[in-house]
């Protein structure tokens, strides 16, 4: 009925216009209706649910409708309106307006039929109501049109701001604190302006370099406000009528990856004035090809790119992250090369502000001053969570205004309530009653939700859903799932529909915690069973209910069934093995970007999910080798090397020569890691020589620095120099700066174990300003831990102090436990030198459970030495004695000769005080010969503890 009325309206409107855009439009009107029915009608064979579906869909979507029925009406005329520019937005304008008179049309035709209600009940949509509103915004759709946007680059995510498009976006005044600000809510005033650098504010900052064709990366933690200062930067560029149009791509509705550069590069060429182009995420793998269309417009003054990204994306390994290790470095070239814009620390006056803004847009009324709420933010900064978004939790929102809880954040108590009030329901006085749920689906659809959410696939109720692949595909699982939806309605999700569309939800990061809990829940519960290596439940069942789309025909068949015609499931149709691995690298590359959240999705062998079918041999290496760096980084040692070894077999397996010589580095770090410094160096040199066989410099120089960090620890220090110093130099020559920061960081290392404090205080610097020029997170915090020791080798305690203390900030951050159990060891070291003996005792019992915790048997003895160190300085001479003892044991069982010498020379200080000077006599010659034998700087102190015993006859 629809597609009649729009068959009159297009013929009424050709004859209307004196051009000719329309003629013989209609000539083939079945072709054209099948060329649109992909977008309207689904798989539904009634009439009237056909019907129903795509005025329902076109309702809802009418710039895209009229834009599609255009383009279909070209092909079915053979004309390509990429190359016609003018022609297609003649045509857009002429389909727009028969449109309008269409939808008038079949507004008349239903009126006093049963069709009305349909409408009415089964969409929620009043057609009165709808049409009047649909006519104005045709309206404008016909007079304000954006028409440089192709339907691929729409289809990508990208959007121009418009009159119409801010005409179709609602403000949402109060959801907004919680979720992210849209555009439509930055258009509406509701977000604060924040300070800048340099006295101005940081949008007008930004814009004055954008103005002058200049790029720029902003750059912060998550929830620091990158995305709205973008938004507030694009807002301001549009409504100046003396700049040109602005292109920009959410990350919440990015819709499909951004891969192709055809579609927005037309856009570009096609607009007039100066072009913003903004992305959000710009250094996620789908969106990353922006910085490949950057270098193309690198001398194009009219066309300047604003980016956003978080710090943690921009410190990845290529060769552990990435299936392309040659494109990443190419991309990491073109990133390193814009202009950064950290986002400024947030200040008192910012918070003002925003308490203003917020007051203003809720009509609430916020009882703390501005000054309370930035002390409380600035003491959670250390969690690693931005201040932006820690703020939005300390301001009174419904029910979910939650006080701090002990040392926990408001968010983080706000998280953990959520979390637990799912896992456990209750009626009894719990934040929301959810007891008549199943339980199990419950915990499994806030889950879902929050995978979803965080990895950035976005949360389409008909994914959801998918869970009914674990429960059945019944009508009464579904039903509760629908429910389930409905009560985290204002919770944590927001303006929940039953079509497809995404739903709003809080921050990802919010997200991301949430996963956290389950993940860390999941590892201590687990931690007395046999079966504590398997994947988190929950988790696994929403993973596998995920990737089962990909694989299972009727798995879809049953989701369509629930949402006709769902846009999600065509786009798996349509291209399952791209899509598989998508949806794989999104779920894994949050696992790299947060090594905490590991135990949820296990090893190979202990998942409880399956990859899917149709996802490529390549992503099945690489998800090998990103859950084993997962591990690795958060100190489950075996796991990782589970994972490694698993990846190696396969290499030589398939005779890949490349994934050989990677899984034999990875394998070594491993080994490294585990105290067996012979078996890491045996692998590491195996690396060097099919690196060095095939040709690849930079797994050469990757090789060569593994060695000389190996070396090290054995204390064979010149050794170390060499192959760290040749490692640099072939860094240098292939321009790979993450590689030459990581070996000068650990030849500042060498220069420290020989007693060169000032010389490794140099390179440790060196290398933070090449980790922070380019964003590496975990760089800069093992550069700062560095110069902490440094600084403590020259009896700088206080700045030796503030340096760990960065850097153990930074460990916790990003999850990674070796690096926070060493700083809090060195803190330890620190504060014993200040005579602060509680306090290192307590430092050095955190970094020892730590140590123990993840299998880091370096660790645990060094932290031992230091216990026994301030057990010496207490005179507990046999508590000393004892620590001494087992740090002894440990550092000879993994062969670290430095360890071995601190604790004999440790031993024979104790048994000095003891007045045992034959036994310490012999300690200390020990230790001395040992010193010498690896050239360690302490040979001398040795010597000296040695020359200071007193005779005895």
């Keep these: 009925m629809f597609a009649e009325s729009l068959e009159d309206a297009i013929e009424a409107e050709d004859i209307r216009r004196d051009t000719n855009e329309l003629a013989g439009a209609t000539d083939d009107w079945r072709t054209v209706l099948t060329e649109v029915a992909e977008l309207t009608a689904g798989d539904a064979t009634d009439g009237r649910s056909r019907e129903r579906d795509q005025v329902g869909h076109l309702f809802r979507n009418?710039?895209?409708?009229?834009?599609?029925?255009?383009?279909?009406?070209a092909t079915v005329q053979g004309v390509d309106l990429s190359k016609t520019p003018k022609l297609r937005e003649q045509l857009i304008s002429a389909v727009g307006d028969a449109y309008a008179e269409a939808v008038a049309d079949f507004e008349r035709r239903i009126a006093g039929t049963d069709l009305g209600d349909v409408f009415q009940q089964e969409l929620q949509l009043d057609i009165r109501e709808a049409v009047g509103d649909l006519q104005v915004r045709l309206a404008?759709?016909?007079?304000?049109?954006?028409?440089?946007?192709?339907?691929?680059?729409?289809?990508?995510?990208?959007?121009?701001?418009?009159?119409?498009?801010?005409?179709?976006?609602?403000?949402?005044?109060?959801?907004?604190?919680?979720?992210?600000?849209?555009?439509?809510?930055?258009?509406?005033?509701?977000?604060?302006?924040?300070?800048?650098?340099?006295?101005?504010?940081?949008?007008?900052?930004?814009?004055?370099?954008l103005r002058e064709g200049r790029n720029r990366l902003v750059v912060g933690r998550a929830g620091a406000g990158k995305s709205t200062l973008c938004k507030q930067v694009a807002v301001t560029w549009y409504q100046n009528t003396d700049t040109g149009p602005v292109l920009y791509r959410e990350s919440d509705n990015a819709g499909e990856s951004f891969a192709s550069r055809d579609a927005l590069r037309e856009t570009i060429d096609r607009a007039s004035g100066h072009v913003l182009v903004v992305v959000e995420d710009a250094i996620r793998t789908n969106a990353n090809a922006i910085l490949r269309l950057i270098e193309e417009y690198e001398t194009d003054s009219d066309v300047t790119f604003l980016l956003d990204a978080r710090e943690t994306e921009l410190e990845r390994e290529p060769d552990a992250q990435t299936?392309?290790?040659?494109?990443?470095?190419?991309?990491?070239?073109?990133?390193?090369?814009?202009?950064?814009?950290?986002v400024p620390v947030v200040s008192e006056e910012d918070v003002a502000r925003t308490v203003e803004a917020f007051e203003a847009a809720t009509d609430t009324t916020v009882e703390r001053s501005a000054s309370q709420l930035h002390d409380e933010i600035q003491s959670e900064t250390a969690e690693g969570f931005g201040a932006f978004l820690l703020l939005s939790f300390h301001l009174p929102f419904g029910d979910s205004s939650v006080k701090r809880d002990g040392t926990k954040t408001g968010l983080e108590a706000h998280v953990r309530s959520r979390y637990q009030t799912l896992m456990q329901p209750r009626s009894d006085g719990a934040l929301r009653d959810l007891s008549r749920f199943d339980q199990d689906l419950l915990a499994d659809v806030g889950m879902m939700v929050n995978l979803l959410n965080a990895s950035g696939i976005g949360i389409y109720p008909e994914l959801v859903h998918a869970l009914g692949y674990e429960y059945g595909h019944d009508i009464e699982t579904h039903d509760e799932i629908h429910e389930i939806r409905e009560a985290l309605e204002g919770w944590f999700l927001f303006q929940t529909r039953d079509k497809e569309e995404q739903v709003r939800t809080t921050h990802e990061l919010w997200s991301t915690l949430y996963l956290?809990?389950?993940?860390?829940?999941?590892?201590?519960?687990?931690?007395?069973?046999?079966?504590?290596?398997?994947?988190?439940?929950?988790?696994?069942?929403?993973?596998?209910?995920?990737?089962?789309?990909?694989?299972?025909?009727?798995?879809?068949?049953?989701?369509?069934?629930?949402?006709?015609?769902?846009?999600?499931?065509?786009?798996?149709?349509?291209?399952?093995?791209?899509?598989?691995?998508?949806y794989v690298r999104s779920f894994f590359e949050l696992i790299d970007r947060w090594p905490v959240l590991a135990p949820l999705v296990g090893t190979t062998v202990t998942a409880r999910y399956d990859l899917p079918a149709a996802c490529s041999d390549a992503t099945r290496q690489w998800v090998?080798?990103?859950?084993?760096?997962?591990?690795?980084?958060?100190?489950?040692?075996?796991?990782?090397?589970?994972?490694?070894?698993?990846?190696?077999?396969?290499?030589?397996?398939?005779?890949?020569?490349?994934?050989?010589?990677?899984?034999?580095?990875?394998?070594?770090?491993?080994?490294?890691?585990?105290?067996?410094?012979?078996?890491?160096?045996?692998?590491?040199?195996?690396?060097?020589?099919?690196?060095?066989?095939?040709?690849?410099?930079?797994?050469?120089?990757?090789?060569?620095?593994?060695?000389?960090?190996?070396?090290?620890?054995?204390?064979?220090?010149?050794?170390?120099?060499?192959?760290?110093?040749?490692?640099?130099?072939?860094?240098?020559?292939?321009?790979?700066?993450?590689?030459?920061?990581?070996?000068?960081?650990?030849?500042?290392?060498?220069?420290?174990?020989?007693?060169?404090?000032?010389?490794?205080?140099?390179y440790h610097q060196q290398s933070l300003e090449i980790f922070r020029d380019m964003g590496d997170l975990l760089g800069e915090a093992l550069s700062l831990s560095n110069l902490g020791m440094a600084a403590w080798n020259l009896g700088e305690y206080e700045a030796a102090r503030e340096y760990h203390q960065q850097s153990l900030e930074i460990a916790r951050d990003i999850g990674d436990r070796q690096l926070e159990a060493d700083n809090l060891d060195y803190l330890g070291l620190v504060a014993a030198e200040l005579g602060e003996y509680e306090n290192a005792r307590e430092y050095h019992q955190q970094g020892l459970e730590i140590a123990r915790d993840i299998g880091d048997r370096q660790g645990e003895a060094e932290?031992?030495?230091?216990?026994?160190?301030?057990?010496?300085?207490?005179?507990?001479?046999?508590?000393?004695?004892?620590?001494?003892?087992?740090?002894?044991?440990?550092?000879?069982?993994?062969?670290?000769?430095?360890?071995?010498?601190?604790?004999?020379?440790?031993?024979?200080?104790?048994?000095?005080?003891?007045?045992?000077?034959?036994?310490?006599?012999?300690?200390?010659?020990?230790?001395?010969?040992?010193?010498r034998e690896i050239g360690h700087r302490y040979a001398e102190r040795a010597e000296s503890n040695l020359e200071q015993l007193p005779e005895v006859e």
Excluded: M
């Excluded at 919680?178 to 340099?198: M, Q, S």
């Excluded at 809990?517 to 596998?544: F, G, K, V, Y």
């Excluded at 590689?739 to 290392?749: H, P, Q």
């Excluded at 004999?904 to 020990?926: C, F, P, S, W």
């Design 62 to 73: 009418e710039e895209d409708a009229a834009v599609q029925i255009a383009e279909a009406i």
């Design 140 to 209: 404008q759709l016909g007079e304000e049109i954006e028409l440089l946007l192709t339907q691929d680059a729409r289809n990508e995510g990208f959007r121009q701001l418009s009159p119409t498009f801010f005409a179709r976006g609602e403000p949402t005044p109060e959801t907004s604190w919680r979720t992210t600000f849209t555009l439509a809510d930055v258009h509406a005033g509701i977000p604060a302006r924040r300070e800048g650098h340099d006295a101005q504010y940081a949008d007008e900052e930004l814009l004055a370099s």
């Design 323 to 342: 299936l392309d290790r040659s494109s990443d470095l190419r991309y990491r070239e073109i990133a390193s090369a814009i202009p950064r814009y950290d």
């Design 516 to 582: 956290r809990t389950a993940a860390q829940d999941h590892d201590q519960q687990q931690a007395s069973s046999r079966r504590r290596d398997r994947s988190e439940p929950h988790a696994s069942r929403c993973i596998q209910a995920l990737f089962a789309l990909f694989d299972d025909s009727s798995h879809r068949e049953d989701i369509e069934r629930e949402f006709p015609g769902s846009s999600v499931v065509r786009a798996i149709e349509s291209d399952t093995d791209a899509k598989a691995d998508e």
């Design 624 to 762: 090998r080798a990103t859950r084993g760096h997962a591990h690795l980084n958060r100190g489950a040692y075996q796991k990782a090397q589970a994972e490694f070894e698993e990846r190696l077999g396969e290499a030589r397996d398939n005779e890949n020569r490349q994934g050989e010589a990677q899984s034999l580095n990875d394998v070594g770090k491993v080994a490294r890691k585990l105290g067996e410094y012979e078996a890491a160096r045996e692998s590491h040199q195996q690396s060097l020589e099919i690196y060095r066989t095939i040709g690849d410099q930079q797994g050469e120089a990757k090789s060569l620095g593994n060695i000389g960090a190996v070396v090290w620890n054995l204390g064979e220090y010149e050794q170390a120099r060499k192959y760290l110093r040749e490692s640099i130099e072939i860094y240098r020559t292939i321009g790979d700066q993450q590689g030459e920061a990581k070996s000068t960081g650990n030849l500042g290392l060498v220069a420290q174990s020989l007693g060169e404090y000032e010389e490794g205080q140099k």
């Design 863 to 931: 932290s031992l030495i230091n216990f026994g160190k301030v057990s010496q300085e207490l005179g507990e001479y046999d508590s000393a004695r004892e620590y001494h003892q087992q740090g002894l044991e440990i550092a000879r069982d993994i062969g670290d000769r430095q360890c071995e010498a601190q604790s004999l020379d440790n031993l024979g200080l104790v048994a000095a005080e003891l007045g045992k000077y034959d036994k310490a006599r012999e300690y200390h010659q020990q230790s001395l010969e040992i010193f």
